[in-house]
């Protein structure tokens, strides 16, 4: 699979080290904390749904701020690569995978105190609420780095405006799925959520090969 | 295997409107060592950055016969991972070669004191990175090193060292090419110089 544990065991150690999404969790969920009670005090009735949209919200703005926490500047990334003799595909690859197991945890813990400080709760089974996560983390974590590496902006603004709305075409998956599907018609938007999840993993590797092979 | 290992016939390289260098023959050789010397703007470190697969401009006109050989270059700016430690940036970047940790240490020692190996990248002073990345380049030993001012940052030890590596390099027939504004006198070593102020 092209996967070097040095590139991992690196991005590891640079997360550890840095704790930078330490600092995204804690604004996100005081955030969470001081608008929603507000918002329910200001409503007679508030719909079960809204919760589960705000919920979704809540997971859009968290993974954006993850993506932007620390751009990737391409001629550095290039320098590095080049001095430690690793290829591009590896980068891709190690770094999404360390980027999956930085960010899964965290969008469990967000999702979790979601649903205490709001007691709400989602209309699907653990089981598909966990794949669906899973699905979404890996997609979010993959897309954030192509991005990165076939673009060439290192601006978190530009990076905000373009992965916002990748991040909602994700999360159209997860929506239907949360607010209570049946058993058959959930499956299939699970087994979509894995093809793009295959077609962007095999897309992207494709064309880096591709580009070295040049 | 080729003695070439980089043959540019007419190569232009530039970023955006600006061409920074036009017309240049360039054909590189292991045996050899080089020195890209002109004044500012001549297009030193953008040759440099090209050599070592590094050039990132938008403008690049030439057919390049380049071989798939290990090549490493030591720019202006440092490239080691700045949050981690200098073991760490070690290990990181000599993961391939077959040295053992100790030798690897012994060669590190000889560049920097022992203190500095558990200490962060970024409390490193200029001078400290260089010779970190020096002790990088002979631990990994690449068939071609790029320098990119060579004596930036060091005092008379770290140039000494500099040159003990690059004799060291030469004599096994590896690469050394070496760019800076006037020509760098290293006693004892010959250089093809590659004098950009003519083109």
């Given at each position: ?121 989602v209309n699907v089974s653990i089981l598909y609420f966990m794949i669906s996560i899973v699905f ?79 | ?26 054909q590189l050789s292991f045996i050899n060592d080089y020195q890209i010397i002109g004044k500012n703007g001549a297009g030193k470190t ?154």
């Amino acid at each position: 699979m092209n996967i070097n544990k040095n590139i991992l065991k690196k991005e590891i150690l640079v997360e550890l080290k840095n704790s930078s999404s330490l600092f995204l969790i804690t604004p996100t969920m005081s955030v969470l904390i001081i608008i929603f009670p507000i918002l329910i005090e200001n409503r007679f009735a508030v719909d079960e749904d809204l919760f589960i949209i705000s919920h979704l919200l809540f997971l859009i703005i968290f993974s954006t701020l993850f993506a932007i926490r620390k751009p990737i500047i391409l001629n550095q990334l290039t320098k590095e690569l080049n001095f430690g003799n690793y290829k591009k595909i590896e980068f891709f690859n190690s770094k999404s995978l360390a980027e999956f197991l930085i960010f899964l945890p965290q969008i469990f813990i967000l999702n979790i105190l979601f649903s205490a400080f709001t007691n709400s709760s989602v209309n699907v089974s653990i089981l598909y609420f966990m794949i669906s996560i899973v699905f979404f983390a890996i997609n979010a974590c993959m897309i954030n780095i192509i991005f990165q590496i076939f673009t060439s902006f290192n601006n978190r603004f530009v990076q905000f405006i373009l992965i916002v709305p990748m991040y909602l075409a994700l999360s159209f998956f997860i929506g239907p799925l949360w607010l209570g599907l049946g058993q058959e018609l959930a499956n299939i938007y699970l087994l979509m959520y894995l093809g793009i999840t295959i077609v962007i993993f095999a897309t992207t590797n494709y064309y880096i090969e591709k580009e070295t092979i040049q | 295997m080729s003695e070439i290992f980089l043959k540019s016939s007419n190569l232009s390289l530039g970023y955006s409107n600006q061409i920074v260098i036009k017309g240049l023959d360039i054909q590189l050789s292991f045996i050899n060592d080089y020195q890209i010397i002109g004044k500012n703007g001549a297009g030193k470190t953008t040759l440099m950055n090209f050599i070592a697969l590094n050039f990132d401009g938008s403008y690049f006109e030439s057919k390049v016969n380049r071989s798939q050989i290990s090549i490493n270059q030591i720019s202006s700016t440092s490239t080691l991972i700045q949050e981690l430690t200098l073991s760490e940036n070690i290990d990181y970047y000599t993961s391939e070669t077959s040295l053992a940790s100790e030798e690897k240490l012994n060669i590190v020692f000889k560049y920097l004191p022992e203190d500095y190996l558990n200490e962060k990248i970024k409390s490193f002073s200029s001078g400290m990175l260089r010779r970190a990345e020096l002790s990088i380049i002979e631990i990994k030993s690449p068939l071609v090193f790029c320098i990119d001012e060579p004596l930036n940052f060091l005092d008379s030890e770290g140039v000494l060292l500099l040159a003990n590596l690059i004799k060291d390099r030469s004599i096994a027939n590896k690469c050394n090419i070496l760019s800076s504004q006037e020509f760098v006198d290293f006693e004892g070593l010959e250089f093809e110089v590659i004098n950009l102020n003519e083109y």
